[in-house]
Nanobody
Framework: QVQLVESGGGLVQAGGSLRLSCAAS????????VGWYRQVSGEQRKLVAA???????NYADSVKGRFTISRDNARNTVYLQMNSLKPEDTGVYYC????????WGQGTQVTVSS
């Protein structure tokens, strides 16, 4: 099976930057699509950014031009570089891997202060 571990979250001021990492176990990482989702209390998880096995990416409109998703298959890791952070970016960020099953990490908290 696949295990995902997110890291890199924290408390930052508006306008600052964070780099999230999603480290995966297992041998299927390189052929799988991976996405970052954000969940705000009381709301459903929403897609922030995704990258597939061909390195094609897509982003939520709210983060285009500010966030960049990338992957390093040699390290079984996906990154989310978050720049020009806004308070509305606050939430718990989860890593998701699509395969036979839908795998999720435990989440990492991102808090952006005004």
């Amino acid at each position: 099976q696949v295990q995902l571990v997110e890291s890199g979250g924290g408390l930052v001021q508006a306008g600052g930057s964070l780099r999230l990492s999603c480290a995966a176990s297992g041998s299927i990482f390189s052929i799988s699509a991976v996405g970052w989702y954000r969940q705000v209390s009381g709301e459903q998880r929403k897609l922030v950014a995704a990258i597939n096995s061909l390195y094609r990416t897509n982003y939520a409109d709210s983060v285009k031009g500010r966030f960049t998703i990338s992957r390093d298959n040699a390290r079984n890791t996906v990154y989310l570089q978050m720049n020009s952070l806004k308070p509305e970016d606050t939430g718990v960020y989860y890593c998701n891997l699509k395969s036979e099953y839908d795998y999720w990490g435990q989440g990492t908290q991102v808090t952006v202060s005004s």
